[in-house]
């Protein structure tokens, strides 16, 4: 497996009488019109896998050779020192890349209040973006960066409605769920892990199972390596508990993960946030260069680029509250603005003016300084808006999108991965590192429990075989079941954690929702069973419940099923419901009810029949799992009676259980835990199927709506 070279050094300095990002606009070729068709730039020489395509498409609508490539073979000699010159990625007929083309897209979202009218996010964005070029999407903030980068992706959440035309090689194609790798602004990681851990989990689920181990943590060492973060290697990434690595490292974290594959098309939200300007420009000429080394197409939406990493850009998409100010070659954008009466002052770095110019949040304050010599930035925003509707620029624009649109080729797949059982076993061992490190998950619980048994043991020590032992064995019973499985909610908010790395990683198809679950059970029964064994056996040996080992071995059996139920039945709540405190709430909630339910505060006959009877006595599992317990306790004891009502009688278990506890006596103790297998069963795969239902139906449903809008 060949892995990528290091990052070359530093580029050379910018030219004291002309700083280097004043060269975007003022290239020789840009200066010229001449653009990447002049000095011998041609596409086929620098790109050989262009040759096909500019065989097939037209002669550039402007005379510069293809629409599309522009950005890249015009790479001025300057940028060309400034971004090392790409290896050269070979397209084919059958694939050519990705040829990413969007039209009149249009974004709104209901308004907040009711009868409100939905609010307009985006209005008609146009672009494109093509293999080997990074497109940056810029703007204020607050102005659709995200809102674009999630509508190309198909990733808009509930509640927003999308129109437009969005294509791939002139097909619509489904891009969420791994066909595209998204890196989103929030960098959700697993908090426990090392960088090496996280990167070489990542590799191990991503990377195909024809490389071997050995291979795929070679390659997930260079990525590290090429992302800057060699020194880093070992740091814990850190969170809701412990500082780990920094917010800038961890952005590089996120990015590795998703270069890892080296996806056909990547989109980058926020790529360089949290990064100084050294890392920003290494990471961002790192991407460009694979970028044009494998082909890949890259949609970024950047904030605030220094001079040198907007050099890298192929591409412009000025973005200025949902309408487009300016698409383009990002080295066009600066006589843009200059022939729209918005020169670039000399030093300033034209992101920073283009920012500057059509940031309108602060035009109140700017008018009424009397400093303020400029036009308000509302004004500019209109000046410019209609400047790009000329044809010299908008038209450009649809006709490379015309030509891109007739590319073709092969359906757009998702890459080969590691196998089912590989990523099982991957996902269990991982998720079984980090219950083992994350101390809220099951630890805390272990010492809270191991508290409670003394407690417990002490207060209800040896309860002996009197008549008065019959009730303080079912209330030992009853607040065993009930405590254990309610404190199920203290690991929560690890468990919401794991939800979103799942969440994050199943959006970006590193596996499925079944290894999830799967391996979801598989970690986690070994924590709930040292969880049910030791303090049970504290509690079961002090309070001194029937004696005997199967009576023990049924009794820790039942402890562990119920945790393992109720954990299932927190991982539904957490898909619904994915805030930690609003889940904590919930949860509790539900499990108060289920627990009124379950025969001990009110005897299942005396239960008022509608609701609370049926269905409510029979859905909850304290009813399964208490009646369990009673039946292991209870039968084949026996106790004296009353003594203050009949004296030298003894009653018996069975009676106990049917005429004082009205116990359902038609099946055996082994059945209560069987219905509690199945119920925790049922749980996971209702999370299964709410998970799938929700990737399913939720776009089906957008475009019943979007087609409602059109
Ligand atoms: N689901 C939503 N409901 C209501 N408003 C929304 C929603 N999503 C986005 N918006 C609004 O749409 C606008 C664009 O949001 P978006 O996150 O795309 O901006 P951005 O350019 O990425 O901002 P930033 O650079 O600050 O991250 C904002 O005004 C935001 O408040």
Sequence with gaps: MAVSSPLPRWAPTPSPSRPLWRWGGGTPDAQTGSGGGSAGWSLGRIFPWASAWQRRAPAGVDGRGPAGFDGVEAAPSTRAAVAPAPARWAGTDEDPGVFLTWEDVCVTVAGGTYGAQPVSILSGITGHAGPGEVLAIMGPSGCGKTTLLDTLAGRLGPGITETGSILINGRREKLAFGTSAYVTQDNVLMSTMSVREAIYYSAQLQLPGSMSAEEKRAHADAVIREMGLGDAMDTRIGGRMTKGISGGQRKRVTICVEMLTRPRLLFLDEPTSGLDSAASYHVMSHIARVAAREGMTVVAAVHQPCGDVFDLFHRLCLLAYGRTVFFGPASDATQFFTESGFPCPHLRNPSDHFLRTINKDFDEEIVESSKARRKPAAEAIE??????????????????????????????????????????????????????????????????????????????????????????????????????????????????????????????????????????????????????????????????????????????????????????????????????????????????????????????????????????????????????????????????????????????????????????????????????????????VLFFAIVKIAEEVRPKLRGMRCKLCK
Excluded at 385 to 398: C, F, G, W
Excluded at 418 to 428: C, I, M, N, P
Aim: proline content about 4%; hydrophobic content about 45%.
């Design 383 to 684: 000046i410019l808006t209609d400047a790009y509707q000329s044809p010299a620029y908008s038209e450009k624009t649809m006709d490379r999108i015309a030509e891109m649109k007739g590319i073709g080729g092969a359906p757009f797949r998702k890459r080969e991965q590691a196998s089912f059982s590989t990523k099982l076993f991957v996902l269990t061992r991982r998720s079984f590192v980090n219950m083992h490190r994350d101390i809220g998950y099951y630890w805390m619980r272990l010492g809270v429990y191991l508290g409670i048994g003394i407690c417990l043991g002490t207060i209800f020590y040896q309860v002996g075989h009197s008549y008065s032992s019959i009730q303080s064995r079912c209330e030992v019973i009853m607040y065993t079941t009930a405590l254990i499985t309610f404190m199920a909610i203290g690991g929560f908010p690890s468990f919401v954690e794991d939800v979103k790395v799942f969440r994050r990683e199943r959006l970006s198809g590193h596996y499925g929702v079944a290894e999830f679950v799967i391996s979801n059970t598989l970690s986690a029964t070994p924590y709930l069973a040292v969880i049910a064994v030791i303090p049970g056996a504290m509690l079961y040996y002090l309070t001194g419940l029937m004696k005997g080992p199967d009576r023990f071995a049924y009794f820790v059996i039942n402890l562990c099923m119920c945790t393992l139920l109720v954990e299932s039945m927190m991982m539904i709540i957490a898909v619904i419901v994915p805030d930690f405190l609003m889940g904590i709430i919930v949860g509790a909630g539900v499990q108060g009810v289920m627990m009124l339910n379950g025969g001990f505060f009110r005897l299942p006959n005396e239960l008022p029949k509608p609701v609370w009877k049926y269905p409510c006595y029979y859905i909850s599992f304290h009813k399964y799992a208490v009646q369990g317990f009673y039946k292991n306790e209870f039968i084949g004891q026996t106790f004296p009676s009353d003594q203050l009502v009949e004296k030298n009688v003894t009653i018996s278990g069975l009676w106990v259980l049917q005429e004082k506890l009205q116990v359902e006596m038609g099946y055996s103790k082994w059945v209560n835990i069987a219905i509690l297998c199945g119920m925790m069963v049922v749980y996971r």
